[in-house]
């Protein structure tokens, strides 16, 4: 499975971006899509997951009501719709796929990993 990440880009305090997700390869038909995000000198963090029905949706607590998840399997691609963006949302961020359920949180459950896509916001 090959993940490509996109979207990024630099946008000021409470503007608004899209991420994209696109998966080609071999695709699974259960599991997660999670997306994570990386500060520089800070540890890879959670930010929000989807199973492959989109029946199971979950967010870490400091982008809820901010971010949405959704996905679209007939183009493969999972989006990360972010608003109202703060300085601190600042980031790279990653999408990832774990094939089999799992601690949707843990960077450790994921199999495959895009390469990253660069989140600047400006205050």
């Known amino acids: 499975v090959q993940l490509q990440a996109s979207g990024g880009g630099l946008v000021q305090t409470g503007g608004s971006l899209r991420l994209s997700c696109a998966a080609s390869g071999r695709t699974f038909s259960s599991g997660f899509v999670g997306w994570f995000r990386q500060a520089p000198g800070k540890e890879r963090e959670f930010v929000a997951a989807i199973s492959y029905s989109g029946g199971s949706i979950y967010y870490a607590d400091t982008v809820k009501g901010r971010f949405t998840i959704s996905r679209d399997n007939a183009k493969n691609t999972v989006y990360l719709q972010m608003n109202s963006l703060k300085p601190e949302d600042t980031a790279v961020y990653y999408c990832?796929?774990?094939?089999?359920?799992?601690?949707?949180?843990?960077?450790?459950?994921?199999?495959?990993w895009g390469q990253g896509t660069l989140v600047t916001v400006s205050s």
């Open positions: 990832a796929v774990m094939r089999n359920g799992g601690r949707y949180y843990d960077t450790r459950e994921y199999d495959y």
